[in-house]
Every structure is written in structure tokens, then in C-alpha cells.
């Protein structure tokens, strides 16, 4: 009897396991063929003055191009201090007198700008435009102020300033002269729309890079790494090296098109908010990876104003990572992507950066 039962129960299974197996052999076909069938569709464009490269494996993928692409101009007509009725302009148009509505996204950019502001010191802080204008930056017209003026417009600058209503979706600049602008942080801002534009349709993965931020979406079928290419800071037309990149966003400060010529040599258009003087140190670039594109934009300025010493602190503080190129062609990678790096560029020289 107990024979039959052992046969019997062979009968049953055999068949539900061929059909199981036929099951799963199927799926992966279907899910094959769609994925082969889901062509590279690349949109290189130029956005509110941002070179856009947008590389992407889905479907309706023109009209996720051009809802990006409207999402920018919306984004900068709200965010840009320069343009009349932005959130931004009306902050600082009602400085020192009045609290100003403001858009939810507007609050949770200022959020993070003042988080990484807190976290850093003030190295980071959005009120520095009376700096940057006084440097002559904004106008490309650069000149040494005169210690005075140096004083005088430091008393406007404090990331404090910014008084935030939660409850309200109000902001107010507690004094009159101080000015906010979120310009050196629009790339981040873009690529992080972007990133959730791709989330909301038939994207399946891709990579886009708005100015000097790039962000990585989805998984390749092969689960294979993403490789960036490291710039040269000396010749921005030159790769230095490449990383290999799961998934996130890289920001890169110290590009050719952060630069300026300044008494006869290229300079980062920078200012340490502290001192209210160019920074003092020998960081001509860095480039950080991190899970939010609006923090990695604002830790990549950090690690260009302070040493990488103080620059390592805080980076681990959130868990960033970063690579940090100096002026003797000292390439510096923090531990956790440092055997992910490749360097092409001999004249360079690699160290792992750690406390």
C-alpha cells in the first residue's frame, strides 16, 4: 500500500513541475523580449542655459523628454532669484520685513540647504549672494573688495537669516540686505525632477546629467555598474579616470564651467562664507555620490572651501561618498568606492581618503 501511495504521488508532482518550469522558462522570455525591445532613446539639449544629456530605455520616451524639459522652465521661473515673481525673488524682495508663502518644494529645498549649512558650519550657506556679488562673480566682473567691504557684507550673510514656517509654508529673511539664492544647487534640483519623471512612466533605466550632476535611475538587466568619467580640473576636454556607479547621483564641483580667470590663472567661483575671501585651499575638485542630488551639490562646494580632513567629517556624517582631486594631482577617494576607481591619467597619483 504504501508503495502505491509513493507512485502515485510521482504522477501528481511530475506534470506541476514540467508545467512550473514551463511557467518561469516563459516569463523570462516575455520579460526578454520586452526588455530588448525597449530601445536607447537620447536627448541632448540645452535647458535654461544647462547642457541636459538624457540616456533612456522605455517607452513614449519624446514625451518624457519634453514633460522634463517644461518641468525645468517651471522649476526655474519658481526657483531663480533673478527672475521677477519667483518664490525666491519674493523672499528676498520682502527681506527683513515680512514672511513670504512659498511653494512645498521651495520649503524642502531650504530644508536641506539648511541642513547641510548646519552640518557643515556655515561653509555651505545659501545667503552668500551679497558675497558673490560684491567678488564681482554674478556679473563675471571679479575683483578683491576691500577689507571693509568684506566686514560690512558678512554681516549679511548667516544661513540663521532664513526663518522657516513648516505649518504655513512661509519663509522670512530676518535682515533687510541679506539675499538667498539657490542657483549653485538648480542642477541638482533639475535632475532630481527629472529622476521622478522617469518613476512615474514606462522608463525602465537610463542616466541623465543636468550641467555638472548626473543621476542614475533603475537597474540594467544585467544588473551591470554604470561607469563616469572623471574630468580633468586642468583640461576639462580630458578624462582623468573612471568609477564604476550602481545607482544615485554624482555631483561634480570644479568643472571648466565653475572656473574663472582671475590675475592670470583659473580659479573656483567660490567664496568661503566664513571669511567672506576665496578659499584657501588647494581643492580644485570634487565630486560627490550621494542619494539626494540637492545635498550632493551642496557637499561637492564644501569639500572645495575647507581641507579634506574637514571635508571627510562631514561627508561621513551623511554617508557620502566622494573623490577629491588637489593641486599637485593628488587624487583623494574615500574607502568605500576607492577599488571602484580606474585611473587612466599617469601623471596622477590615488589615496584612499579616511579619518
Excluded at 28 to 52: H, L, M, P, Q, W
Excluded at 217 to 224: L, V
Amino acid at each position: 500500500m504504501a508503495n502505491k501511495i509513493k507512485k502515485t504521488s510521482i504522477k501528481v508532482y511530475v506534470p506541476l513541475i514540467f508545467l512550473l518550469a514551463a511557467i518561469i522558462v516563459l516569463v523570462i522570455c516575455i520579460y526578454t523580449f520586452a526588455v530588448k525591445n525597449y530601445k536607447e532613446s537620447v536627448d541632448d539639449s540645452v535647458v535654461s542655459g544647462r547642457s541636459v544629456h538624457q540616456a533612456v530605455y522605455g517607452r513614449h520616451t519624446q514625451e518624457v523628454f519634453k514633460k522634463i524639459k517644461e518641468n525645468f522652465l517651471k522649476l526655474e521661473d519658481s526657483l531663480s532669484y533673478d527672475i521677477d515673481g519667483s518664490d525666491v525673488d519674493k523672499i528676498n524682495s520682502g527681506a527683513g520685513t515680512k514672511w513670504v508663502k512659498v511653494d512645498k518644494n521651495t520649503i524642502d529645498i531650504l530644508n536641506k540647504a539648511h541642513d547641510v549649512s548646519q552640518n557643515s558650519g556655515g561653509i555651505f550657506d545659501i545667503t552668500s549672494l551679497p558675497l558673490f556679488k560684491l567678488w564681482g562673480f554674478e556679473d563675471s566682473q571679479v575683483c578683491t573688495p576691500a577689507a571693509e567691504e568684506i566686514n560690512e557684507t558678512l554681516k549679511h550673510v548667516n544661513y540663521n537669516l532664513v526663518n522657516i514656517n513648516h505649518n504655513l509654508d512661509r519663509v522670512k529673511l530676518d535682515d533687510e540686505f541679506s539675499l538667498i539664492s539657490l542657483k549653485n544647487l538648480l542642477s541638482g534640483i533639475l535632475c532630481e525632477n527629472a529622476v521622478g519623471v522617469y518613476k512615474g512612466s514606462e522608463i525602465s533605466y537610463g542616466i541623465i546629467s543636468v550641467g555638472n550632476v548626473t543621476g542614475l535611475y533603475g537597474e540594467k538587466p544585467d544588473q551591470s555598474f554604470w561607469k563616469i568619467s572623471l574630468r580633468d580640473p586642468f583640461d576639462s576636454d580630458i578624462n582623468i579616470g573612471n568609477i564604476k556607479v550602481k545607482s544615485g547621483y554624482i555631483s561634480t564641483f570644479g568643472c571648466n564651467s565653475d572656473k574663472i580667470f582671475f590675475n592670470g590663472e583659473k580659479i573656483n567661483k567660490i567664496v568661503n562664507p566664513k571669511t567672506g575671501e576665496l578659499p584657501k585651499s588647494d581643492i580644485l575638485s570634487a565630486t560627490v555620490f550621494y542619494s539626494d542630488p540637492i545635498i550632493a551639490g551642496a557637499l561637492s562646494k564644501v569639500c572645495c572651501i575647507i581641507d579634506k580632513e574637514a571635508s571627510f567629517k562631514i561627508l561621513n556624517h551623511y554617508g557620502a561618498e566622494a573623490i577629491i582631486i588637489d593641486s599637485d594631482k593628488n587624487v583623494h577617494i574615500t574607502q568605500n568606492i576607492y577599488d571602484e576607481f580606474n585611473l587612466i591619467k599617469n601623471d596622477y597619483k590615488v589615496y584612499s581618503l579616511s579619518s
